[in-house]
């Protein structure tokens, strides 16, 4: 199989070397910071056993399109 043609292929978490791979890989990439503040945030709510919702956090994402993927 070939990627793109045959296979769209997308990474998660830009690593360093995306733009390098053969074709470029897609990736998304996400804030490591706003993922450490959700996560501790979490955690508070659990330890103090604050009342509401603990399952669901959302956390601004980005799409970075390289040569791995390609349009239908």
Do not use: C, N, W
Request: proline share 7%; no cysteine.
């Amino acid at each position: 199989m070939r990627v793109p043609d045959d296979l769209s292929l997308i990474g998660f978490d830009d690593i360093s070397f995306a733009h390098l791979t053969q074709p470029p890989l897609t990736t998304v990439i996400l804030s490591r910071t706003q993922l450490a503040i959700t996560a501790f945030a979490a955690l508070e709510a659990l330890i103090r056993k604050e009342e509401g919702p603990h399952g669901d956090y959302t956390i601004p994402t980005h799409l970075v399109l390289r040569g791995s993927t390609r349009a239908l």
